[in-house]
């Protein structure tokens, strides 16, 4: 296996990823904030997934649904809002499995961050289901003449599959249900390695051994001190994440795995007075073991970028030098792919940068 070295990347060209659609610009995880992440250049657009109680993915950064739809302003269903134990936390509000799909269309998405982004789209698009969005990467890659890629992610893997939700064979099902995903990219992410395994043994099962098949598989890394939630239901001590992040974790992943979503400042730390500090060894160690890294995520506010880069003390101020400063030190530190809630600032970021040798 030919491995590049850290100066450049391993894939090809380095891909922006819309992080929940261009979520800066419009309420996360909706239609309208795909088709303006598309229309901003996005190699990829990402659907959180989780499910109804009828068996249906749709999009969602969490289960708990009240922090980003109108749910607490209809009355018939007040009587839903509960707590619940999710990946060992209490989580109080509504939640997507105990609605139908047709309940969920009732409602309507809110800005997660309106302190930061405002409120002027709440309350005017739906919850989308997987299907929709694969409808609209196969309308707007029509449109545009370029190929959109998919990056869905399996949220709360172990919790749904304790509710007889599992989503894993779901999705594939629904990937080889249309045309578009049965060759467009796809790439499946999850925090927990279990799901990642068994999807890697279904597409072995299915004649890609050889990694020749459009659906390519992501490992997520969180905090290094944390543990995958289903290491942690297992009561296993380890890996943990800072464990998977070194070179023989890393070897392991590759086992089943193409590719890794780190924090970025896993790659690109910071020092005491928010300057980027020398890149890690992750990305290099990362490319030895022949997988790609796609860290996450980068955000145009103030608030989100290093204090050395911010454009006046609000830390709502939309600041593109500062966002594109900070995608191009990961690119320098040879970043395959990115996840960002504005893909037009990361693709300008991407087409500015002078190629690695």
């Keep these: 296996m030919h491995v590049r070295t850290h100066e450049s990347p391993l894939a090809g060209r380095v891909l922006v990823i819309a992080h929940r659609g261009a979520s800066a610009l419009r309420p996360e995880h909706t239609l309208a904030a795909y088709r303006r992440a598309i229309a901003d250049g996005a190699d990829f657009i990402e659907p959180d997934l989780v499910m109804t109680r009828d068996g249906v993915m749709v999009a969602r950064h969490e289960n708990e649904i009240g922090s980003t739809t109108d749910v607490a302003g209809h009355p018939e269903f007040a009587v839903r809002k509960t707590c619940k134990i999710v990946d060992g936390q209490p989580v109080s509000g509504w939640f997507s499995e105990d609605f139908t799909l047709a309940e969920l269309k009732t409602l309507r998405a809110r800005e997660r961050l309106p302190q930061l982004r405002g409120t002027r789209h709440d309350g005017r698009f739906e919850i989308p289901t997987l299907a929709e969005i694969i409808a609209l990467a196969a309308a707007g890659s029509a449109a545009c003449g370029r190929v959109i890629g998919i990056i869905p992610e399996i949220k709360h893997g172990s919790y749904f599959r304790a509710l007889d939700l599992a989503m894993e064979d779901r999705l594939l099902a ?109 990305v290099r160690d990362a490319h030895a073991a022949g997988l790609e890294v796609h860290p996450y995520t980068f955000r145009p506010e103030n608030h989100f970028l290093p204090k050395s880069l911010w454009q006046g003390s609000d830390p709502a101020t939309c600041n593109e030098a500062g966002a594109i400063a900070d995608i191009r030190a990961g690119l320098a530190a040879g970043i395959d792919a990115f996840f960002t809630d504005a893909p037009a600032i990361g693709r300008k970021a991407v087409d500015g940068h002078a190629p690695r040798g």
Aim: glycine share 10%.
């Design 174 to 282: 629904e990937l080889a249900a249309h045309a578009y995903t049965r060759s467009a990219p796809v790439e499946i992410q999850s925090f927990e390695i279990g799901n990642l395994r068994h999807l890697r043994g279904r597409l072995d099962g299915m004649g890609s051994s050889s990694r020749r098949s459009n659906i390519r598989l992501l490992q997520l890394l969180g905090d290094p001190a944390e543990r995958p939630w289903d290491v942690v239901a297992a009561g296993d001590d380890e890996p943990t994440y800072a464990r998977m992040m070194t070179p023989a974790g890393l070897r392991e992943v590759a086992g089943y795995a193409d590719a890794i979503g780190p924090h970025i400042r896993a790659i690109v730390p910071l020092d005491a007075q928010g300057r980027f500090g020398p890149p890690t060894a992750l």
